[in-house]
């Protein structure tokens, strides 16, 4: 949605993937913890990635905040091509850029976000 903040959503949310029978891993990443969002003053908001945690999934995700409406498409795209969360997470993506945001939040699945406050 072209809102203030952005709302891009792909895919099932927590609640419905729990609904079908998935045993889920979330990972979630604020755009406050993203240099790019910081520099460009645009830090409400983040991504958030529902996978299955047997088989690594990606099942769904929300985005709110800076271009959420664009950023929502890496995460359709690696769902389309049945790229598994792990592999999500090691995929190099630019420092600072707020695609970078994906990245971390499929590294939050595992616990090994670079870039998220503690």
């Known amino acids: 949605m072209f809102t203030s903040p952005e709302i891009g959503t792909v895919g099932l949310n927590k609640d419905q993937a729990i609904h079908k029978g998935y045993e889920v891993r979330i990972g979630k990443f604020p755009f406050s913890s993203s240099g790019k969002a910081y520099i460009t003053g645009e830090t409400t908001g983040f991504v ?54 994906v990245m971390e939040v499929a590294e939050d699945c595992f616990g090994i976000a670079t870039h998220k406050s503690k």
Do not use: Q, Y
């Open 48 to 101: 958030k990635i529902v996978s299955d945690k047997e088989t690594g999934e990606i099942l769904g995700s929300k985005i709110i905040g800076p271009r959420a409406s664009e950023l929502v498409h890496e995460i359709a795209v690696a769902m389309e091509g049945e790229v598994l969360i792990d592999g999500l997470a090691a995929t190099v993506h630019s420092h600072p850029t707020l695609s970078e945001a």
